[in-house]
């Protein structure tokens, strides 16, 4: 069972993440915002990392250059998942070393998939 | 005691008439601060506990409507099986409850539903979608609709704006014209959205302008709506009397480089507004309309600076090497500061053996001025 990481500002959205990650058999922790995620990071160990980017305290681009920047954590695959659109951010985003980027609105499937496939490739690797 | 009282302010009351005026005055000064402190002391009061008892009433109804729409949406069993969304029954238990008949509980319901739309599209935005229906929240927003407050108007719109409802022309197409800018503006962005074969149909009745920042706003959405419309906006540049609407229009013919609208905009290069002229001449640059370059270029002297400015970057947008003598002219004889930049932009923007010739030759013959102007359109680092 991955363990995921989902940091999110929007309390709708976090639960409703929660659910239906939480349906899929994922066992998923839950930050409102960077500050919270980068607690949250110290003190366990995750698979991924799902965030938004705008974000009070420390935004998205942040925990992404966080988490890639420390060697014991840059293994952690990261999907973004903003209403920011433009393609500046995203770029930035990518190389900062985001995974993937879902912009919102999200369709609950294609999260799913995106999720799985990152899992399924990281799962990959870590066996050659 | 009581009667002590009264009998003390009856008194006081019989001396008021005796007192100096200048006492009188501030007396009365007093009790009218008083009373000003009172009443609004009281109206903070009220409100806060107003805030008080709505946030209660959130923080009561908010987790019992999120988990309905976990069950009933997001965990939807029917819903992962594929079936499609028409087809979905919702378990009718749960949104029987007597609590979704109170109309507090209802409008939180739709805040929360269109809170959940912003977050989710597809199925789920849907499934979504019809829970607000199946739930009869339609009616909610359409009552909402006939009140006289524009504040509830805009809230209606909104809402079923969000929940992709079709509104009637009747009841729509009057608040696309509403003095209030605010409804306006948003109602006409309603339209845009929810009408699917005539989006743009306010603009026939709008006499009321489109502000700027509105016109950002309604770009914003029609180049982001999926699935819209384009009608050939030529339409409204020949016939609407209504300037702000036809400045806009300007601006869409040139995003959707409608080529059949050129003899329309070339239409409105006799308009008396020199401001309206300018905007139709870049209009006609940004279009490319090689077939407007002759008459650009004959308007030209009988122009106001800013028209004239326009004309040329519009010959250089336009680029057709036909009317490079005459850009030539204008770098090297102007005594006009922007009309030399903005020849010198023109002729660099031709891009061509001929131009190249023409910058080179200035270049040596010119005087100073005018090879700085040169140097600092041709550096790519300044953006023109």
């Known amino acids: 069972m991955a363990n995921i990481l989902v940091v999110e500002d929007d309390e709708i959205m976090l639960k409703a993440i929660k659910n239906i990650l939480s349906k899929d058999g994922y066992n998923v922790i839950l930050a409102k915002n960077g500050k919270e995620a980068f607690d949250k990071l110290e003190n366990a160990d995750y698979d991924l990392v799902l965030s938004d980017l705008m974000m009070p305290y420390a935004n998205g681009l942040e925990v992404i250059s966080r988490l890639k920047n420390d060697p014991a954590k840059k293994h952690i695959s990261i999907i973004i998942v903003s209403s920011v659109g433009n393609e500046e951010t995203i770029t930035e985003a990518f190389r900062l070393g985001a995974d993937d980027y879902l912009k919102k609105p999200i369709m609950a499937g294609e999260l799913l998939i995106r999720i799985r496939k990152l899992l399924a490739n990281r799962a990959i690797r870590h066996s050659l | ?384």
């Not at chain 2, 079936?83 to 409850?97: G, K, N, Q, R, T």
């Not at chain 2, 806009?248 to 309206?276: E, G, R, S, W």
């Not at chain 2, 003598?325 to 770098?331: G, Q, V």
């Not at chain 2, 891009?351 to 040596?364: F, H, L, P």
């Open chain 2, 1 to 384: 005691m009581w009667r002590d009282l009264v009998d003390l302010l009856w008194q006081a009351y019989e001396q008021f008439g005796f007192l100096p005026l200048f006492i009188q005055v501030a007396f009365s000064l007093i009790i009218v601060a008083i009373l000003a402190t009172i009443t609004a002391y009281s109206s903070i009061l009220y409100k806060r506990y107003q805030a008080y008892v709505h946030e209660k009433r959130l923080n009561f109804i908010t987790p019992k409507l999120e988990d309905l729409i976990t069950e009933q949406v997001l965990l939807n069993e029917k819903l992962s099986m594929g079936v499609p969304v028409d087809e979905i029954e919702f378990d009718p238990v749960p949104l029987s409850d007597k609590i979704y008949k109170k109309i507090w509980v209802r409008q939180v319901m739709i805040d929360v539903l269109i809170q959940y739309r912003k977050n989710f599209r597809g199925d789920v935005g849907e499934l979504l979608r019809k829970l607000y229906i199946d739930m009869e929240l339609t009616k909610d927003s359409f009552e909402k609709m006939k009140t006289m407050r524009w504040e509830r108007k805009i809230k209606a719109v909104i809402e079923l704006t969000q929940m992709n409802i079709p509104i009637s022309d009747v009841t729509i197409l009057p608040l696309t014209n509403s003095p209030n800018p605010l409804l306006r503006a948003v109602a006409r962005n309603a339209y845009i959205q929810l009408s699917k074969n005539e989006p743009f149909k306010f603009f026939d009745i709008a006499t009321e302008p489109l502000l700027p920042w509105d016109q950002l706003e309604m770009f914003r959405i029609i180049t982001t709506t999926k699935d819209i419309m384009i009608p050939n906006f030529s339409r409204w540049i020949s016939y609407s009397t209504n300037k702000s609407i036809v400045a806009f229009c300007l601006k869409l013919i040139a995003h959707y480089d409608q080529k059949t609208a050129i003899p329309a905009v070339m239409d409105l290069l006799n308009n008396k507004d020199h401001y309206f002229r300018a905007e139709a001449i870049n209009c006609l640059g940004k279009l490319s309309a090689e077939i407007a370059e002759v008459r650009l270029v004959k308007i030209y002297e009988h122009q106001p600076l800013n028209c004239q400015i326009e004309i040329l970057r519009a010959t250089g947008m336009i680029a057709s090497g036909k009317y490079l003598d005459f850009l030539k002219h204008e770098l090297m004889y102007s005594t006009n500061f922007d009309i030399r930049m903005a020849a010198t932009r023109a002729i660099i923007n031709h891009d061509s053996d001929e131009s190249a010739a023409i910058i080179k030759e200035v270049m040596n013959t010119t005087y100073e001025e005018n090879r700085i102007i040169i140097k600092h359109c041709l550096n790519p680092l300044i953006r023109n």
